[in-house]
C-alpha cells in the first residue's frame, strides 16, 4: 500500500504535465468534434471495463486517463456535435469547461456560510431578474435542473395556498380543501411529477387543451377554474410554458397571467430553454408576459450552452420563497461575523445543503461572451430551424407535424400512418453516427424531432441533416440511391459525411 498520508501528488511538477496533457486533449476534442461520429454504442470492451470489483490499489493519474481516452471518451452522448438535435441538450463551450475546472479546484459548498461563491450566485439571480423583468429583490437558487426548479416552485406556491395554515408542520390535512393546478396538455411530465411528490396527487393537475399552435386554450383554462372552484375545490397555481417539450410552443404567456392574476392563483413559468429567449431582442416578444410570472424554471444548460448541470429557479417573492424552505438547525446557526455570517442562505431557498458551485460557470459564460453574443446564437438556432422547416415543406417525401415556434421542427416521412418509417429512419442515422434527431409521440404516431440548439449548427449542417433524411429513407423503403453520397471536405459548417 502506499505511504501517503494524503491525497495531493508526491510530484507536482509530474502531476501539472499529466494534467496540462489532459487539458490539451479536451481542447483538441472540441476542436475537432466534426471528425467524429455523432454517436457510437459503447463497444463491449468499454462495458465489461465498468463492471469491475472495487479496486483496492491505485493505478494513478496517468493510466486513469489512459482508460478515461479509451473507455468512456468516444462513448459520450453527443450533444456537443453539430448535427446532434435529438434533444434539448446544450453543447457546451471551451469557457464552460475550463470554469467548470476552476470550480472543481476551490470545491466550494454553496449550501451557506459567507464565502464568495454566494456572491457569484446572488448576482446571477440579479441578472435574471433583470433579463426577465422581474423586480431586483427577487431570489433565485442553482439546482440540477429544470425538473427541480418546476418542483421548488411547486412547493412555493403551495405554501402561499396554504397560508397560516403551516402545511410544513401540519401536512396536507391542515388545508380546508384539495389544491388544484393547471397546465397545457404539451407541459412536461415533471410537473405531473412535481404534483405527485409533493403529496398533491397527479389526478389534481388539470391538463388544458391546446389549439393549433400547441398552445393552452385560455377559455378551456378559465372553465377548468371555474368548475373545480364550484366543486369546494381550491385552485392554487397555473403552469404556462415557454417552450414546450415536444413542439416548442409558447403559451399566450400574458393571456395566462391575466388569468392567474384575477383568480388570485400562482403563475409559474416552465421555460426550461425558452425563457432564455428573452436575452434575444428579436425572440423576446415571444416570451412577453414572461415579467408577469410568480416563478420562472429555466436551465442555463441548454440554450447558454454552461457544462452540464445548471438549473434554476427565480422567485418575484423573497419571502415566501424563504418561508417555503429554511430550516432552523442548530448547525445553521448565524453569527453577526465570521464564516456563519449571513441573513439568507441558499439552503434556505432550497432543499440541499450541499451544493456545488455551479453560478462560476454560469458566471464565467455570461461575462466571457456577453447577452448579445449569446442572444444572437439563440436567434441562429431558430434560424436554422426555419431552414429545416422550408426544407421539409419542398419535400416530396416528408411532412411537417406541427407549427415551428422556436427551434424546435416537429416532422414525419409521407405515407407513413404509424410512424414506422420515421422510427426506422431516426434508428438508422443515430447508427451511422452521422445526425442524431429523436422521437416523439405527436396525436399518438411517431414523428421525427429535431432540436436545433447547438450554437455550432450551420446551414450547411442542416442541409446535410436534408439529404441524410433521403438518404435513409431509401434505405429504409430499399430504394436505388441516384448516385453515392460523396465525401464532403470537412471546415467551418460542415461534418464528417460517409457513403450509404
Known amino acids: 500500500m502506499s505511504e501517503s498520508k494524503d491525497l495531493d501528488p508526491a510530484d507536482w511538477e509530474a502531476f501539472r504535465a499529466e494534467a496540462h496533457g489532459a487539458l490539451d486533449a479536451m481542447i483538441d476534442h472540441i476542436r475537432d468534434i466534426r471528425e467524429r461520429p455523432v454517436w457510437r454504442e459503447a463497444s463491449p470492451e468499454a462495458k465489461a471495463r465498468f463492471r469491475r470489483e472495487l479496486p483496492l490499489e491505485g493505478k494513478g493519474l496517468a493510466r486513469t486517463l489512459q482508460d478515461f481516452d479509451r473507455y468512456i471518451k468516444p462513448y459520450a452522448i453527443g450533444n456537443a456535435h453539430p448535427m446532434f438535435m435529438g434533444w434539448v441538450q446544450g453543447a457546451g463551450t471551451p469557457v464552460g469547461m475550463v470554469a467548470e475546472m476552476l470550480a472543481a479546484g476551490l470545491d466550494s459548498n454553496c449550501g451557506g456560510r ?72 404539451e407541459v412536461h411530465n415533471c410537473v405531473r411529477q412535481a404534483m405527485e411528490l409533493s403529496g398533491l396527487g397527479a389526478r389534481h393537475l388539470r391538463l388544458i387543451a391546446s389549439d393549433e399552435r400547441r398552445a393552452m386554450r385560455i377559455a378551456d383554462l378559465q372553465h377548468a377554474i371555474a368548475a373545480d372552484r364550484a366543486a369546494g375545490l381550491t385552485p392554487f397555481m397555473v403552469v404556462g410554458s415557454a417552450g414546450t417539450v415536444d413542439t416548442g410552443a409558447v403559451d399566450d404567456l400574458d393571456a395566462v397571467a391575466d388569468v392567474a392574476q384575477e383568480e388570485d392563483i400562482w403563475f409559474h413559468i416552465d421555460g426550461a430553454f425558452g425563457a432564455l429567449a428573452a436575452l434575444s431582442p428579436k425572440l423576446k416578444p415571444l416570451v412577453k408576459g414572461l415579467e408577469r410570472a410568480d416563478s420562472i424554471a429555466f436551465d442555463f444548460h441548454k440554450w447558454l450552452h454552461v457544462p452540464y448541470d445548471a438549473g434554476f429557479i427565480l422567485v418575484r417573492d423573497p419571502k415566501l420563497h424563504r418561508r417555503a424552505f429554511a430550516a432552523d438547525a442548530a448547525y445553521l446557526s448565524r453569527a453577526p461575523r465570521g464564516l456563519a455570517a449571513g441573513e439568507t442562505w441558499p439552503c434556505d431557498l432550497g432543499p440541499d445543503l450541499s451544493r456545488s458551485f455551479r453560478a462560476l460557470k454560469t458566471w464565467f459564460t455570461i461575462e466571457s461572451y456577453g447577452v448579445e453574443r449569446l442572444g444572437a446564437c439563440i436567434e441562429q438556432t431558430c434560424r436554422m430551424a426555419r431552414r429545416l422547416e422550408g426544407l421539409i415543406q419542398a419535400s416530396p417525401n416528408f411532412i411537417m407535424r406541427a407549427p415551428v415556434t422556436l427551434n424546435i421542427v416537429c416532422f414525419g ?28 409521440i405527436l396525436d399518438g404516431v411517431p414523428a421525427i424531432r429535431a432540436a436545433i440548439i447547438n450554437h455550432r449548427t450551420h446551414e450547411a449542417d442542416i442541409d446535410r441533416f436534408m439529404e441524410l433524411l433521403e438518404a435513409m429513407r431509401r434505405r429504409a423503403l430499399r430504394e436505388p440511391h441516384p448516385e453515392p453520397l460523396a465525401e464532403a471536405p470537412k471546415g467551418p459548417g460542415r461534418t464528417r459525411l460517409s457513403q450509404d
Open 114 to 185: 459567507n464565502h464568495i461563491a454566494l456572491d457569484v450566485e446572488r448576482q446571477i439571480a440579479l441578472w435574471m431578474a433583470q433579463a426577465f423583468g422581474f423586480p431586483p429583490e427577487a431570489s433565485g437558487i442553482f439546482v440540477t435542473g429544470a425538473s427541480m426548479a418546476n418542483f421548488l416552485s411547486l412547493l412555493v406556491a403551495r405554501e402561499r395556498a396554504a397560508g397560516a395554515r403551516n402545511v410544513r408542520l401540519n401536512g396536507l390535512n391542515a388545508l380546508d380543501s384539495v389544491l388544484v393546478a393547471y397546465a397545457s396538455r
Open 413 to 440: 416521412a409521407a405515407d407513413d400512418p404509424d410512424g414506422s418509417l420515421a422510427r426506422e429512419i431516426v434508428m438508422d442515422l443515430h447508427e451511422s453516427g452521422e445526425a442524431a434527431p429523436s422521437l416523439t
